[in-house]
């Protein structure tokens, strides 16, 4: 399909501007539907609209648009806020998905004679507390520890119903970790303030605040929490790909799912040390662990090289930590 048109919700987020450039780059068009404006992302876009991605303006859009594949990267996303206001997270990512889906179902494709196709930004929240040091792979049955886990699961299960029903194709996307920034102009990055850890290193570095380390008594090599990162390009690239997979000459239709991951950990000390010994760090202070953090989620990404041909490229540490940098201080 040479020119496709691309709906990217919560497109001017931290990853769904990367997508939503990576599709750009392909030569689709491309439109966002986010709440927040970011204007370094949307003068490349061939059209916005900001407002709730279920509000009635939204949807509206979405049927005058009749896109072929709607990215859904809206909606809430921390762990620990889930847990204290678990209805806020269910009617942002359930309630409202839902309304989104029982539209975008009754439309047809430019296309195509099918409905959009859905890729949604799913989480390794999924899995849990894993039992174990293995590396997860997509049939690992985990127990999700968070309301925000929770939503994560029951969307991949109503995407499912929703192929089965309705011929609603899709792809969940099992982010480890996003991180990093955008890795030929630096231009697309995190916003100041973000809780992830890779963010929270490099911001203290650059204010000469001390960075905290939650957790030393972790069964793991260096007795701090390991993590599987990945760069945020590559997750944006794994989304052209997947496109293809399910539109292009021979599509693969049906609900899929995928780890986005590299199979490689990284521990929290690790992270710190490579940052102070670059960067400078004032301070590391060590506090307790807190609740739900497991000491260790690494995944296996072998169905996604295997059946998309999507590589890591830019997932070692370094790119990720010095393209970070690279962002918040050009």
Known sequence: MLNRTVVVTGGCGYIGSHVARAFKRRGDTVHIIDRVKRDHTLKEMDGWLIADFASDEALSFLVMLRPDIVVHCAGTSLVGPSMENPGEYYDNNIS???????????????????????????????????????????DYQGIPISPYGNTKAMTETILRDYWGAYAVQSICFRYFNA????????????????????????????????????????????????????HVWDIARAHVLGASYLLDDYPQMGAHVYNLSTGCGTSVLEIANYVNEKYGLPAVNYESKRMGDPPYLV????????????????????TIIDSAYKWYTQ
């Open 96 to 138: 409202k998905t839902i309304r989104m889906l029982n539209v975008v179902k009754d439309i047809t494709a430019k296309n195509s004679a099918l409905a959009p196709a859905i890729m949604f930004s799913s989480s390794a929240s999924i899995y849990g507390h894993p039992y174990d040091d293995s590396l997860l792979t997509e």
């Open 299 to 318: 995944a296996s990404a072998k169905k996604a090289r295997q059946q998309l041909g999507w590589e890591p490229h830019h997932s070692d540490i370094s």
């Open 179 to 230: 991180a990093g920034a955008e890795p030929v102009n630096f231009d697309l990055g995190q916003e100041p303030g973000a809780t992830h850890v890779i963010a929270r290193a490099l911001e203290a570095s650059i204010n000469d605040q001390a960075f905290s380390i939650y957790g030393t008594d972790y069964v793991t090599t260096d007795h701090t929490a390991v993590r599987d990162y990945v």
